[in-house]
């Protein structure tokens, strides 16, 4: 299993990036995904979170209304769109492959990407 995480950088205050999470050595279409990040000092935060059956999205609540979770399973990919960004949103971004159903646990992670770095500063 592999997920190779891209699209992060920095970007000012207000701005938005997308990351993408190509994924492969798996079965993409069936496998619940999602994305944790990971801020200086801090322990791994739930960002959010995309069911296998009908694409239902899950957000963790600094997140809510200001980013979206989505996937083609056509491209074995997975997305985060991140707008109105703040300084707070700077961390590692990891993308995760879930091995269970309840998504905000850290427990029920299968496989992680190694990580990209989002940076929000002016």
């Known amino acids: 299993v592999q997920l190779v995480e891209s699209g992060g950088g920095l970007v000012q205050p207000g701005g938005s990036l997308r990351l993408s999470c190509v994924a492969s050595?798996?079965?993409?279409?069936?496998?619940?995904m999602g994305w944790w990040r990971q801020a200086a000092g801090k322990e791994r935060e739930f960002v959010a979170a995309?069911?296998?059956?009908?694409?239902?999205?899950y957000y963790g609540d600094s997140v809510k209304g200001r980013f979206t979770i989505s996937r083609d399973n056509a491209k074995n990919t997975l997305y985060l769109q991140m707008n109105n960004l703040i300084p707070e949103d700077t961390a590692v971004y990891f993308c995760?492959?879930?091995?269970?159903?309840?998504?905000?646990?850290?427990?029920?992670?299968?496989?992680w990407g190694q990580g990209i770095q989002v940076t929000v500063s002016s």
């Open positions: 995760a492959a879930y091995s269970g159903s309840y998504y905000f646990s850290l427990e029920m992670v299968g496989h």
């Open positions: 050595g798996y079965i993409f279409a069936i496998t619940s």
């Open positions: 995309i069911s296998r059956m009908n694409h239902t999205p």
